[in-house]
């Protein structure tokens, strides 16, 4: 059973940074693809970032193009997303992910795992 435990979430202020970690459990990590996903209140979970299965590829949604950075440490089967000069838009519950399949591009669904999220508040 693959199990995720994201941590690291937490309150700052705009323009801070702030790291976040999603430990797996399950499978062999280094073998999938790994994003992450946000929701804010009242919205839709929206893409933030995503890297292949051996580090060597990232995609990033525009609004975090820049500001944010995904790494992973397979020894660690821990992903982390880096988050730079951070604003009140980038208020949401964290979530990650890990791919289902293997391959790049990832196509991300709900039947790939999921964990439950840690809040990140960034206030004004």
């Known amino acids: 059973q693959v199990q995720l435990v994201e941590s690291g979430g937490g309150l700052v202020q705009t323009g801070g940074s702030l790291r976040i970690s999603c430990v797996a459990r399950?499978?062999?990590?280094?073998?999938?693809?790994m994003g992450w996903f946000r929701q804010a209140p009242g919205k839709e979970r929206e893409f933030v970032a995503a890297?292949?299965?051996?580090?060597?590829?990232?995609h990033y949604a525009e609004s975090v193009k820049g500001r944010f950075t995904i790494s992973r440490d397979n020894a660690k089967s821990t992903v982390y997303l880096q988050m730079n000069s951070l604003k009140p838009e980038d208020t949401a519950v964290y979530h990650c992910?890990?791919?289902?399949?293997?391959?790049?591009?990832?196509?991300?669904?709900?039947?790939?795992?999921w964990g439950q999220g840690t809040q990140v508040t960034v206030s004004s």
């Open positions: 890297i292949s299965w051996n580090g060597g590829t990232t």
């Open positions: 399950g499978r062999t990590f280094s073998g999938f693809n």
């Open positions: 992910v890990q791919d289902r399949f293997t391959g790049w591009p990832p196509v991300w669904d709900e039947s790939d795992y």
